[in-house]
T-cell receptor
Framework: QKEVEQNSGPLSVPEGAIASLNCTYS??????FFWYRQYSGKSPELIMS????GDKEDGRFTAQLNKASQYVSLLIRDSQPSDSATYLC?????????FGAGTRLTVKP | NAGVTQTPKFRILKIGQSMTLQCTQD?????MYWYRQDPGMGLKLIYY???????DKGEVPNGYNVSRSTTEDFPLRLELAAPSQTSVYFC???????????FGSGTRLTVV
């Protein structure tokens, strides 16, 4: 069974802090990795994609990938109340995209 | 550019009824997917299509059927609705496997 595991949270951080979201996956053949943000009652929206080991930065977001450890993370710097949402990790291997259950993040003003 | 459009947004079905969830994309994407999302659970793949005329089962296909007669449309059919099919359904599409999905706005289905 191909699994994607995330801490369900809730993760609570104060405004301006760094939020760190983690994800592990079981399929060693996975090739592409994604983070989606999902506001309550809305559909997921893609915020980051990463394909090779290391860090990828986009604005306040940094995705980190370690294929040897089968670990993906998302850092959100200078967290804002508008970042409060559920963050879904997704892992793709040859058209088999698996999603984690999501981590609920709350950013407190 | 509408992206991925799903209809209806909400629906209540009685046990044993049937319905079709519509999904249309205007981005000329080859790949289309149907997922369901239950509270506290990840998205589970129901069916997917890699192009017109080609469909395949995902993790949880039982109780559902799909067709892909055109690149744009990928309807999901529920036959003999059961309470276990109460969920939020998302349609998604991508052009190639390298990119993340574009999701529709979802259909919230309740079977009573």
């Amino acid at each position: 069974q191909k699994e994607v595991e995330q801490n369900s949270g809730p993760l609570s951080v104060p405004e301006g802090a760094i939020a760190s979201l983690n994800c592990t996956y079981s399929d060693r053949g996975s090739q592409s990795f994604f983070w989606y943000r999902q506001y309550s009652g809305k559909s997921p929206e893609l915020i980051m994609s990463i394909y090779s080991n290391g860090d990828k930065e986009d604005g306040r977001f940094t995705a980190q990938l370690n294929k040897a450890s089968q670990y993906v993370s998302l850092l959100i710097r200078d967290s804002q109340p508008s970042d409060s949402a559920t963050y879904l990790c997704a892992v793709n291997n040859n058209n088999d995209m698996r999603f984690g259950a999501g981590t609920r993040l709350t950013v407190k003003p | 550019n509408a992206g991925v459009t799903q209809t209806p947004k909400f629906r209540i079905l009685k046990i044993g009824q049937s319905m079709t969830l519509q999904c249309t994309q205007d981005m000329n994407h080859n790949y289309m997917y149907w997922y369901r999302q239950d509270p506290g659970m990840g998205l589970k793949l129901i069916y997917y299509s890699v192009g017109a005329g080609i469909t395949d089962k995902g993790e949880v296909p039982n109780g559902y059927n799909v067709s892909r007669s055109t690149t744009e449309d990928f309807p999901l059919r529920l036959e003999l609705a059961a309470p276990s099919q109460t969920s939020v359904y998302f349609c998604a599409s991508i052009q190639t496997q390298t990119y993340g999905y574009t999701f529709g706005s979802g259909t919230r289905l309740t079977v009573v």
